[in-house]
């Protein structure tokens, strides 16, 4: 390939009850926080309560991956490739999730609809 390992760095992470690999829609139906950095609490301005974002995030606890995966790692589904899932173990273990925004308090968003555990580091957040 191209290119050589490319560095990103936190600008935040996620908080909510959910410190081990859950379902999706069990992370989802709760309330999650996404805690900023404070100093780019600027880069906020403009976002507004009821509007969708997405969360772009790191799958810090996953390791490895195949190609071919069974969809949930439900044996019964035939296999697909990764890029056809949403699998966390991927190449380069990024997740991408749109929320609601529900409330901003400072450097804190609080946000309905994330599926990432708590404690997840946060890479990015954008209008959905
Ligand atoms: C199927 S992935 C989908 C994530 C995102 N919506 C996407 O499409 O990229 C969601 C699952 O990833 C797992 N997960 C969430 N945060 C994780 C983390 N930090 N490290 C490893 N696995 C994580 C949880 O089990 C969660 O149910």
Same mark, same amino acid.
């Given at each position: 390939m191209g290119q050589g390992p490319i560095l990103y760095s936190a600008i935040g992470h996620v908080e909510n009850p959910f410190r081990d690999i859950a379902a999706p829609e069990e992370i989802r139906a709760e309330e999650s926080r996404v805690v900023?950095? $404070?100093?780019?609490?600027?880069?906020?301005?403009g976002l507004e309560p009821g509007q969708r974002i997405m969360v772009i995030f790191h799958f810090d606890r996953s390791h490895g991956y195949e190609l071919r995966q069974h969809p949930r790692g439900d044996r019964t589904q035939p296999r697909r490739g990764v890029f056809a899932l949403r699998s966390p173990?991927? $190449?380069?273990p990024i997740g991408v999730t749109v929320v609601d925004l529900v409330a901003i308090e400072g450097n804190v968003l609080r946000v309905r609809g994330l599926d990432a555990l708590d404690g997840t580091p946060v890479l990015d957040i954008k209008p959905a």
């Open positions: 900023l950095d $404070p100093a780019l609490t600027d880069g906020l301005e173990r991927r $190449p380069n």
